[in-house]
Antibody, heavy 117, light 109 residues
C-alpha cells in the first residue's frame, strides 16, 4: 500500500528555519500532485502548499507565502517543505498528502513542528 | 474566497443511531471537488467520500454523501463505535486552492 513518511520536525525558535521531508513509496511518485497540510494542536486542518507532479506548478496558502518553499525530487521519491522565518502560529503537525482529482487520498503520519523560545 | 461552514460543531449520539452532518459553502461549488474526511485522535485524516457522493476504497456503505451547490451532507446510517471521530469537508479549486471546513465532532452520548 502507498506509504508516506514525514521527517524533519522538531523544536525551533521564532525566526528560525526547518526543512521537512516526505519519503514516498509503493506508488509512482512522479505521476502525482503532492501537498502539505498542517494541523495546529487541538485545531482543524489547514492546507499549506501544493506542487504538481513535475514540479512546474506550485501554490501556497497566504499564511505561508514568501516564507515556505515546497519542492520535490522525483528521482528520490521525496517531497520537501523549507520553512523560514517561523512563527509561533506555525506550530502544528505537518502532513504530506497525495492528491487525486482534488482529494487527499493518502496521508503520512505527520511530523510535529514546535516554534517556541 | 470560498468558505466552508460545518454544522453542528459537535454531535452527541449513541451507537446504532443515524448521524447527519452538514457542510455549507459560501458560494456554489462543483460537487466533483467536494470531499469528506474522518480523523481519529492521534491519527492522520482518512478520505471517506470524494465527488460529494462516491465512497473511497474500503469505506463501509453505512457512510453516504450527497448534496450540490452550496449544501452538502455526510450521513452515517448506524453509528459503530469506531465512527466516533471528527469529520471534515474539503473543497478544491479556488483561492485558496484547497479549503477545509472547521470540522464536526461526533461523540458518544
Amino acid at each position: 500500500e502507498v506509504q508516506l513518511v514525514e521527517s524533519g520536525g522538531g523544536l525551533v525558535q521564532p525566526g528560525g528555519s526547518l526543512r521537512l521531508s516526505c519519503a514516498a513509496s509503493k506508488f509512482t511518485f512522479s505521476s502525482y500532485e503532492m501537498n502539505w497540510v498542517r494541523q495546529a494542536p487541538g485545531k482543524g486542518l489547514e492546507w499549506v502548499s501544493d506542487i504538481s507532479s513535475s514540479g512546474s506548478s506550485i501554490y501556497y496558502a497566504d499564511s505561508v507565502k514568501g516564507r515556505f518553499t515546497i519542492s520535490r525530487d522525483n528521482a528520490k521519491n521525496s517531497l520537501y517543505l523549507q520553512m523560514n522565518s517561523l512563527r509561533a502560529e506555525d506550530t502544528a503537525v505537518y502532513y504530506c498528502a497525495r492528491v487525486v482529482q482534488g482529494n487527499f487520498d493518502y496521508w503520512g503520519q505527520g511530523t510535529l513542528v514546535t516554534v517556541s523560545s | 474566497e470560498i468558505v466552508l461552514t460545518q454544522s453542528p460543531g459537535t454531535l452527541s449520539l449513541s451507537p446504532g443511531e443515524r448521524a447527519t452532518l452538514s457542510c455549507r459553502a459560501s458560494q456554489s461549488v462543483s460537487s466533483t471537488y467536494l470531499a469528506w474526511y474522518q480523523q481519529k485522535p492521534g491519527q492522520a485524516p482518512r478520505l471517506l467520500i470524494s465527488g460529494a457522493s462516491s465512497r473511497a476504497t474500503g469505506i463501509p456503505d453505512r457512510f453516504s454523501g450527497g448534496g450540490s451547490g452550496t449544501n452538502f451532507t455526510l450521513a452515517i446510517s448506524r453509528l459503530e463505535p469506531e465512527d466516533f471521530a471528527v469529520y471534515y469537508c474539503q473543497h478544491y479549486g479556488s483561492s485558496p486552492l484547497f479549503t477545509f471546513g472547521p470540522g464536526t465532532k461526533v461523540d458518544i452520548k
